[in-house]
C-alpha cells in the first residue's frame, strides 16, 4: 500500500504521516509539489503546514502546485484523497471539496487535543473507524474554522458527507464540523492531526482507526467515481493487506 | 499576442488596479468584531460597521477598460477570492498611477464605478 504524500514549500507535516503510515504496515513516499505525477501510489495525503507561507490564504497557491493536476486526476478517478489542516485548507481551494476554512473564531491560534465523534464511517478516511466513537485528536490551526453557504451545507447533511464533528467546537466551525467527505467519498478532509495520534507516547492512538482507513480505502474492483461508484456502494475490502 | 499574454506593441495600454478583498456580508469577520469591540475604549464609540480586508494593486495591459475589467475580474474569481467567503471591489484607471493614488477617493462617482464580484459573477 504506497501512500503518497506531498510536499509543499512550507509543509512540516510530512515526516508525521510519513512516520504513522510506515508504522500502520504503508509505505509512505514524498512527493514533491513540483512534480508532474504522482507514480503509481494507491492513496494521497496532504499533509499539515503553511503551503507556500499561506500567502494570499491557506492553500490558494497551493492549488496551482504542478502536482495538483495529477491529484485532481487521481481524486475524480475515484483515489482515496485525505488532507489533514492545511491539507484541507488545499483541496477546498482546489475545489475538490466544498466551502472554505476562515479565521478561527476568537482569532487564537489554537494547539490543543480535541474530541471528535465519527459520524459516518462510509468515507475514505473513516471505513474503519466506529460510528459514534469519540476520538481524541490533536488540532494546531489559526484558520480552522469551516464555513460553507446554507445549501452546500445541507447538501453535507443529506448526503452524510460530515464525518468528524467537534464535541466542543473550538474553532467556530459550522455545524460543529471538523472533517468532510466529497460526494464520491474518496476524497476527505480534516483539522485535527490524527498522524500525531498513533501512539500511546504522544497522548493518544486515536487516529490509527482513521489512518488504516485510508489505508484500506482502495475497493476490490477499483470504484471509480466516473462509473458512479461510490465507497458505500460495496464493502470496504483490502487489494492488499494493510 | 505572445503567450497569451497582452504586450506593448500590440495596441494595448496599462490600466492602474486596486483589488479590494472582503469577506461576504453573510461572513463572520473576527478581525473587524475585535476592532469594533476596542473602539468604544479609544473614545472612537460612534464608529460601528468594521470589516477587515484587504487591498491589492496591480498594472494590466488590455485593449481596453472593458477588456481590462473583464480579465480581472477572471483573475479575482479564479485567485484572488476564495468566491465562497469573499468578494472583490475593482478599481480601474487608464495609465500607470504611483502606487497609493488609485482608490475610491481619488476617483469620482460614475466616472469609474468599482465593479463588485459576486460569488459566482
Redesign the interface.
Known amino acids: 500500500m504506497k501512500v503518497g504524500v506531498v510536499v509543499f514549500p512550507g509543509s512540516n507535516c510530512e515526516h508525521d504521516v510519513a512516520e504513522a503510515v510506515t508504522l500502520l504496515g504503508g509505505d509512505p513516499e514524498l512527493v514533491w509539489h513540483g512534480d508532474r505525477s504522482l507514480g503509481d501510489v494507491d492513496a494521497v495525503v496532504l499533509p499539515g503546514g503553511f503551503a507556500h507561507g499561506d500567502y494570499l490564504r491557506p492553500g490558494a497557491i497551493a492549488r496551482f502546485s504542478p502536482v495538483m493536476g495529477a491529484v485532481v486526476e487521481f481524486a475524480n478517478a475515484g483515489g482515496p484523497v485525505v488532507g489533514i489542516c492545511n491539507g484541507f485548507q488545499v483541496l477546498t481551494e482546489a475545489g475538490l471539496l466544498p466551502g472554505a476554512l476562515q479565521k478561527n473564531r476568537g482569532l487564537k491560534f489554537l494547539c490543543t487535543t480535541v474530541a471528535v465523534r465519527v459520524e459516518t464511517t462510509q468515507s475514505a478516511l473513516t471505513s474503519r473507524a466506529t460510528a459514534g466513537a469519540v476520538l481524541r485528536l490533536p488540532i494546531n490551526h489559526f484558520e480552522g474554522n469551516y464555513t460553507c453557504s446554507p445549501d452546500v451545507l445541507a447538501q453535507l447533511r443529506a448526503d452524510d458527507q460530515i464525518v468528524l464533528r467537534y464535541l466542543d467546537n473550538p474553532n467556530g466551525s459550522v455545524d460543529d464540523i471538523a472533517g468532510i467527505c466529497s460526494a464520491g467519498r474518496n476524497v476527505c478532509g480534516l483539522m485535527p492531526h490524527p498522524e500525531r495520534a498513533c501512539d500511546t507516547l504522544l497522548g493518544s492512538e486515536d487516529g490509527r482507526p482513521l489512518l488504516k482507513s485510508l489505508l484500506g480505502a482502495r475497493l476490490a474492483g477499483d470504484v471509480r467515481l466516473g462509473d458512479g461508484g461510490r465507497l458505500n456502494a460495496s464493502p470496504v475490502t483490502t487489494r492488499r493487506p494493510a | 499576442m505572445a503567450n497569451g499574454r497582452a504586450c506593448k506593441g500590440d495596441g494595448v495600454t496599462p490600466f492602474s488596479v486596486l483589488v479590494e478583498v472582503t469577506?461576504r456580508p453573510d461572513?463572520?469577520d473576527?478581525?473587524g468584531a475585535?476592532i469594533e469591540r476596542s473602539l468604544p475604549a479609544l473614545g472612537f464609540g460612534e464608529v460601528t460597521g468594521v470589516r477587515v480586508g484587504k487591498a491589492i494593486r496591480f498594472t494590466v495591459e488590455a485593449a481596453d477598460e472593458t477588456a481590462a475589467r473583464t480579465r480581472v475580474e477572471e483573475l479575482c474569481r479564479r485567485?484572488?477570492t476564495?468566491p465562497?467567503?469573499e468578494d472583490a471591489t475593482i478599481t480601474l484607471a487608464p495609465g500607470t498611477l504611483e502606487p497609493g493614488t488609485l482608490g475610491p477617493g481619488t476617483l469620482g462617482p460614475g466616472t469609474l464605478g468599482p465593479g463588485t464580484l459576486g460569488p459566482g459573477a
Do not use: D, K
Open positions: 469577506l461572513v463572520a473576527p478581525q475585535t485567485f484572488l476564495n465562497v467567503i
